[in-house]
């Protein structure tokens, strides 16, 4: 069975560029969280969709927006790039959007942005 | 406010040699902890996670990691590395209840030196 694809791997933007990832979870997982994980550092939480509606949000600016599809596929925009935004972009869905009895998180490989 | 706390940046460790990866965590509330792998240009794979009932928690590959609800410490071990454990680990921590927010820890680079 497919994981958590994610697209594209790698890409370079300038400051200022607007940026859109893309996420497709495991088939039949409902629920898709954004993080981003900066060079060192420990991945930080960004968003988390179910149903299509927002559940959960980080510590992020309003740059950063993202939206789920009827297919449970996601998108993550960031735009106004800055430098600091280089960084790589996890997604990672999860069968029920609350709980971890049977939510275990499932990572795909990342989009690796670089930001000039 | 949730927080997780990994002492230890980097960890050598001789094949099959113990190892054990240090972690701490804070909150005011109930918590649920996890143990994540990382191996170089991959995503992050569950070792093992703690939601209640018996403090030591077994995962895979081998690693079991111990609940200390009165040192708020969540400490992975393993008996006997292998090369192929090299990877990076991350300590994570969500509240009981709510959406699925997790907290990481900033990682332990384990290198098992042959």
């Known amino acids: 069975d497919a994981g958590v694809t994610q697209s594209p791997t790698h890409l370079i933007k300038t400051r200022g560029q607007q940026v859109t990832l893309r996420c497709s979870p495991i088939?039949?997982?409902?629920?898709v969280s954004w993080y981003q994980q900066v060079l060192g550092q420990g991945p930080q939480f960004i968003f988390q969709?179910?149903?299509?509606?927002?559940?959960g949000r980080g510590n992020f600016p309003d740059r950063f927006s993202a939206r789920q599809f009827p297919n449970y596929s996601s998108e993550l925009n960031v735009n106004a790039l800055l430098l600091g935004d280089s960084a790589l972009y996890l997604c990672?869905?999860?069968?029920?959007?609350?709980?971890?009895?049977?939510?275990?998180?499932?990572f795909g490989e990342g989009s690796r942005l670089t930001v000039l | 406010a949730q927080s997780v706390t990994q002492l230890d940046s980097q960890v050598p460790v001789f094949e099959e040699a113990p190892v054990e990866l240090r972690c701490n965590y804070s909150?005011?509330?109930?918590?649920?902890l996890f143990w994540y792998v990382q191996y170089p240009n991959q995503g992050l794979q569950l070792l093992l996670k703690?939601?209640?009932?018996?403090?030591l928690v077994k995962g895979i590959n081998g690693f079991e990691a111990e609940f200390n609800k009165s040192q708020t410490s969540f400490h992975l071990r393993k008996p006997s590395v292998h090369i192929s454990d090299t990877a990076e680990y991350f300590c994570?921590?969500?509240?009981?209840?709510?959406?699925?927010?997790?907290?990481f820890g900033t990682g332990t680079k384990l290198q098992v030196i042959p």
């Open positions: 990672a869905s999860s069968l029920t959007g609350t709980g971890w009895d049977t939510g275990e998180l499932f």
């Open positions: 088939s039949g997982h409902k629920s």
């Open positions: 969709y179910y149903e299509k509606e927002e559940r």
């Open positions: 909150s005011s509330v109930s918590v649920y």
């Open positions: 703690y939601l209640s009932g018996s403090t």
């Open positions: 994570a921590v969500s509240y009981s209840g709510g959406y699925q927010k997790v907290t």
